[in-house]
């Protein structure tokens, strides 16, 4: 029997770790200092206090007070757009470059979306197709459709590597009973402290139907936008200038991901590629993962995913109070909540195999906001950004983490330590 309180205290956990502190920067990461932010090696182009915040999505398409947004019911076709992001009424470059490097700063600067522009809008899917043989054969005109598209989405990202002086691209994937502006303002905090690097995409699926049974109509929304986020991620990595895709999701923005990946995966190695060559992906961060993880065990890692992958990192917490409710409503234990201490030994070792892949016990975090602590601790913030920024491993030292056992990882509550 579904237990009707328990979906309502996980709406209440869940949709105020996603909105409530979503509006505000972040709290400086911890690896800064006084003015210690790394404006210096931000192209001239990014230094401004009104940045570009690009995005792909299938929701609809709506007005707010007169301002191009995105709802929360469902689009057949996908949207490509750019929302200009104003950090702080009367901020300059340099005032929020400063207040940026200071860890303890009274000043708490707002976000607010000034514009949502949509620059390109792909074809409705399905296509229209015929059975030829026994196989589906879209049309030309579809094909032609398609191929143009793909190529102005394509050219505008190669404009924009070139104007951030990286061939790099940072995506973020909100979780569950998020808005479209959650979405916008996590990656402008996760971009932003990782040194505005590269060119920063927010994937944002028709996630926040509220509600009482708002949980699993996100759910049934998060597979249904597995299609499209494989389009997107395919004409992504097709552009030969691109070399590395970092890609850092929450909550059920991790199913989202983790699924679309693994179809990606397969496709690949069943065209006789290597993966991690033709999908680019360097950084996959899964933060707070709202995952089954029997079904990690056997999907993800019996299929050598993190062998496809640069990098895997997942931050867990076992005191994450919204994933204890999801445990207890879908009967599975959550990835997101799993420590080393609670795994049998034949799991130990099969995890110990995976060498890409770091999993990483946060501390110290709890409370109503704790599982959105990726970018509401400094700790975290300040590890992803420096995920991003260099690719380092755990135990490296820009990530002085402490060592549990195999790939297990601590992060202390004073971090770095």
């Not at 972040?26 to 006084?34: G, L």
């Not at 600067?109 to 792909?122: G, K, P, S, T, Y």
């Not at 990656?187 to 926040?208: E, N, T």
Request: proline share 5%.
């Amino acid at each position: 029997m579904i237990n009707l309180r328990l979906i309502f205290i996980l709406v209440t956990l869940i949709g105020i770790s996603a909105c409530s502190p979503a509006r505000v920067l972040a709290p400086t990461p911890n690896v800064f200092t006084n003015d210690a932010y790394p404006q210096n090696d931000i192209p001239s182009a990014y230094r401004t206090t009104q940045p570009s915040i690009f995005y792909i999505t299938d929701r609809n398409s709506e007005m707010s007070d007169g301002v191009q947004t995105y709802g929360t019911d469902r689009s057949s076709s996908m949207a490509f757009g750019v929302s200009t992001v104003s950090f702080g009424k009367g901020q300059n470059w340099q005032s929020l470059s400063d207040a940026s490097g200071q860890i303890e700063r009274n000043e708490k600067i707002a976000f607010n979306i000034v514009e949502n522009r949509e620059i390109l809008r792909f074809d409705k899917t399905p296509t229209p197709f015929e059975v030829v043989n026994g196989r589906p054969v879209q049309s030309p005109e579809a094909v032609a459709s398609y191929n143009r598209k793909r190529t102005l989405f394509q050219n505008q990202i190669r404009e924009q590597m070139r104007i951030a002086g990286k061939s790099e691209v940072v995506i973020f994937v909100p979780g569950f009973n998020n808005s479209f502006e959650d979405g916008v303002y996590s990656l402008a905090d996760i971009w932003h402290f990782s040194g505005r690097r590269g060119v920063p995409i927010v994937y944002s699926w028709p996630s926040g139907a509220g509600g009482l049974f708002g949980y699993f109509t996100d759910r049934e929304s998060g597979e249904f936008t597995v299609f499209h986020f494989k389009e997107f991620l395919k004409q992504l990595s097709q552009i030969p200038e691109l070399e590395k895709i970092h890609i850092v999701a929450h909550s059920r923005g991790t199913d989202v991901t983790t699924t679309t990946l693994r179809e990606m995966i397969i496709a690949v190695r069943n065209q006789g590629k290597n993966p991690k060559t033709t999908l680019k992906i360097e950084n996959l961060v899964l933060a707070a993962p709202d995952l089954d993880f029997a079904i990690v065990r056997q999907r993800l890692i019996a299929e050598g995913f993190g062998a496809a992958i640069g990098q895997v990192t997942v931050y867990m917490n076992r005191g994450d109070s919204a994933l204890g409710i999801s445990q207890r409503l879908m009967a599975g234990q959550r990835f997101g909540r799993l420590t080393q201490g609670r795994l049998k030994e034949a799991d130990r070792d099969i995890f110990s195999e995976v060498k890409t892949v770091s999993f990483i016990n946060v501390e110290g975090v709890k409370g109503l906001t704790g599982h959105a602590y990726y970018r509401t601790n400094p700790n975290v913030l300040s590890d992803i950004g420096t995920i991003i920024q260099q690719s380092a491993r755990p135990g490296s030292p820009s990530r002085p983490l402490k060592h549990v056992q195999g790939n297990f990882w601590s992060m202390p509550s004073k971090y770095p330590f």
